[in-house]
């Protein structure tokens, strides 16, 4: 019996292999820190259901937006607020049309320490810590939350001197995480996953107490010419991508 592969089928073999190489197209994405756990599980997800390749820049919003408007090379734009993405699409560095909300994020004051915070706001009145941990206002839309939070509670001149900024959501967990602030208000994103605080201890924000945190994308100029962009897009308003989000306490 003849087991050789006929030369036709070689032939067809490569061409489907060289066909798929140059389909396979890579994305740059600028991407608001809180959502950097989510992100990372959906770029799998996303290489192996389309091919393409996401390569992520994770920061503040503020920071990205300068970048943007300096000319960093992104392609796709995850903002942690939607006045960010829509002042970007009316300057004309956006797709007109192509933003839209991707998530909904939810603001958390949280301690690394498992029995520190009893799930209220009790530990910031009686203020008997050293260090209270925000993201900067000006750059990180949940650190902006946070200050609108302590200003609804009445505690913002009395725990003014306490305050420790991060430049972003992340170095803000880092010193709650590393003890150098006993608690701060991070992103329930990076505390939570699969319907459990991951660890320490957690009052979750009334969304009343703040202005509703709306995370919008928006597809750059860049990238409106790049298949694998404009498929990342899509890709966010897809059933697996919703899963991965509201698995990490987004809403939608």
């Not at 560095?93 to 994020?105: L, P, Q």
């Not at 991060?166 to 590393?178: A, E, P, R």
């Amino acid at each position: 019996m003849d087991c050789r592969i006929p030369r036709t089928w070689l032939t067809l073999l490569a061409g489907l292999t060289c066909s798929a190489s140059v389909l396979a197209e890579q994305v740059q994405v600028a991407v608001a820190a809180n959502f950097t756990a989510p992100l990372q599980a959906i770029a799998r997800e996303f290489a192996k259901d389309t091919g393409h390749t996401l390569v992520a820049a994770f920061g503040a919003t503020g920071q990205l937006y300068a970048q943007i408007q300096n000319g960093a090379p992104f392609e796709v734009f995850l903002a942690a607020d939607d006045s960010t993405p829509a002042r970007l699409e009316n300057a004309g560095h956006g797709v007109v049309g192509s933003r839209f909300t991707y998530a909904i994020g939810s603001l958390v004051l949280w301690s690394a320490k498992a029995d520190y915070i009893d799930g209220s706001d009790a530990v910031l009145k009686a203020n008997r810590f050293q260090h209270l941990a925000i993201a900067n206002p000006k750059a990180a839309p949940y650190g902006l939350a946070a200050t609108q939070v302590l200003a609804k509670l009445g505690l913002s001149e009395s725990l003014r001197g306490k305050l420790v900024e991060g430049q972003s959501i992340t170095q803000t967990l880092q010193f709650v995480s590393t003890g150098n602030a006993e608690l701060g208000f991070v992103a329930l994103s990076q505390v939570y996953k699969d319907g459990q605080l991951s660890s320490g201890s957690a009052w979750l924000v009334p969304g009343e107490l703040h202005e509703p945190i709306r995370q919008d994308a928006l597809l750059l100029r860049q990238g409106g010419n790049n298949p694998a962009a404009t498929a990342l897009v899509e890709y966010l308003k897809g059933p697996k991508a919703a899963e991965i989000i509201k698995s990490h306490g987004y809403q939608l």
